[in-house]
């Protein structure tokens, strides 16, 4: 309503017994894909990459002691060798979660619920995959190419760096917070 979404659900209350883990996630991919596939209307491309990159790229010149010089020269550089691939993936008719990892999971009534839906979009299953093969190496196998796996997870962790850096003039009080930041730097292969 007047250009603002929301979502009503019911009250779930959580299992404190079970924690979700990323091999739930992965067992539960296919049919989550599935169903977010019966959603009818238009859904951009990575819509989360190409909303929000620019605005980690402009944190980073407001912060540029938050890298070493060798840590912004890879993120740049993974920038720049990425944006080609985040603009024409290949894949573009799987519809992705867009933020899947355990912690987007919610352990009730002995089920696991997916939530956290605003990233949704169109992009090669590997982009959902990501988070979780840094969890477990094996999440996913067979499901996409090597190549398409490396790329996205590439471009993940170049999303969520500069993301971190986006939101650093609200949490950087947080004596950890540019500390994640160069940890998904690190993320990104040489």
């Known amino acids: 309503?007047?250009?603002?979404?929301?979502?009503?659900?019911?009250w779930a209350p959580p299992d404190p017994d079970r924690t979700p883990e990323a091999t739930g996630c992965v067992a539960m991919l296919p049919g989550l894909h599935a169903a977010l596939a019966t959603y009818p209307g238009e859904l951009p491309l990575l819509a989360a990459v190409h909303g929000d990159i620019p605005y980690g790229l402009a944190a980073l010149e407001r912060h540029p002691d938050v890298?070493?010089?060798?840590?912004r020269?890879?993120?740049l550089a993974a920038h720049d060798r990425l944006?080609?691939?985040?603009?024409?993936p290949g894949d573009t008719t799987t519809v992705l979660h867009g933020d899947l990892h355990p912690g987007n999971l919610h352990a009730t009534g002995g089920e696991l619920r997916?939530?956290?839906?605003?990233?949704v979009c169109r992009g090669p299953v590997g982009y959902?995959?990501?988070?979780?093969?840094?969890?477990d190496p094996t999440a996913g196998d067979g499901w996409a190419d090597a190549e398409q796996l490396a790329l996205?997870?590439?471009l993940r962790a170049v999303y969520l760096a500069l993301c971190l850096l986006a939101f650093r003039d609200v949490f950087g009080d947080d004596p950890e917070w540019d500390g994640y930041i160069?940890?998904?730097?690190g993320r990104i292969s040489s």
Do not use: H, I, K, N
């Open 114 to 119: 997916w939530l956290d839906f605003e990233d």
């Open 67 to 71: 890298l070493s010089a060798q840590e």
């Open 73 to 75: 020269d890879r993120l």
């Open 152 to 154: 996205c997870s590439d």
């Open 1 to 10: 309503r007047d250009g603002l979404a929301m979502t009503f659900t019911e």
């Open 182 to 185: 160069r940890w998904f730097v």
């Open 128 to 135: 959902d995959l990501a988070l979780l093969r840094w969890m």
């Open 83 to 88: 944006t080609p691939f985040a603009a024409a």
